[in-house]
């Protein structure tokens, strides 16, 4: 009776073991894609585009609704004062006050860039998510402090990219950096996230600075000053909102 208890004992800590050992790929996913939004929130944020010719800094609020609503407008510097973006689910539109032009970003220029930063119009408005628009699976790392998933487009998805490695802290789950491969298997870009800080109730990268490898001595920095995860106003995001002048 004593050996059959061990025996429970012993399996009994094997399988919890195992269990803690594998990760919940679809959580990890789910918290990522989540990560800077909520129900609804709202951003304050410093956008830093360096190349080897110039320099800017935009100034930048961001609204969101779950993650299919955004709106995002442009306070500084002065001549892209009023620029602003909306999406709604799978449609997006540009507003451009100097010509007073609104204009309808086609799904094939999702993964063109946000005004002229490394960003894509679809990593600051995220159209797709990790979640549901790549199939995933654990992969080797280099270290043993972080997850490594491969991320590969469904069929369906809208997307440049043949390959992204995510990689996530197991202890905190935030994500340390993002790698982009091309179809053949050559890293274009990485994303790094930085400088934890606390919003709200949560623990969130205040920095996320994005190189891509194919454009010598380009770099695009976002740094988050501001994030509340407060109810937004669904008058927000609308047509109205987006051609209001500042």
């Known amino acids: 009776m004593k050996n059959m208890f061990l025996m429970m004992l012993i399996t009994l ?28 929130s709202f951003a304050t944020l410093e956008m830093r585009i360096e190349t080897p010719d110039w320099k800017r800094t935009l100034d930048i609020n961001v609204w969101a609704s779950g993650i299919d609503k955004t709106f995002i407008r442009i306070l500084s510097p002065q001549k892209d004062k009023g620029v602003a973006t909306l999406r709604i689910q799978n449609d ?11 204009m309808k970003v086609p799904p094939s220029m999702m993964m063109g860039s946000w005004m002229g930063s490394d960003f894509t119009n679809d990593d600051l408005v995220k159209e797709s998510t990790f979640l549901k628009d790549y199939d995933s699976k654990l992969s080797e790392g280099s270290d ?3 997850f490594y998933i491969d991320l590969r487009p469904k069929a369906q998805t809208a997307t440049v990219w043949d390959k992204i490695i995510l990689i996530v802290n197991k ?24 400088d ?13 600075e994005l ?27 609308s047509q109205i909102n987006l051609q209001k002048r500042i």
Do not use: C
Request: charged share 35%.
């Open 144 to 146: 043993k402090d972080n």
């Open 211 to 237: 190189t891509p490898f194919n454009k010598a001595g380009h770099k695009t920095t976002i740094e988050y000053k501001e994030l509340k995860f407060d109810k937004v106003e669904e008058s927000i995001f």
């Open 196 to 208: 934890i800080k606390k919003f709200g109730n949560r623990n969130i990268p205040a920095v996320m």
């Open 13 to 40: 800590t094997l399988s919890v073991s195992a269990t803690e050992g594998k990760p919940d790929i679809k959580k990890i996913l789910d918290n990522v894609d989540r990560l800077y939004r909520s129900e609804h």
């Open 92 to 102: 997006m539109w540009n507003f451009f006050p100097k010509i007073d032009k609104t």
């Open 171 to 194: 202890t905190t789950s935030i994500p340390v950096r993002q790698e982009y491969y091309d179809d053949k298997g050559t890293k274009i870009r990485e994303i790094v996230f930085k």
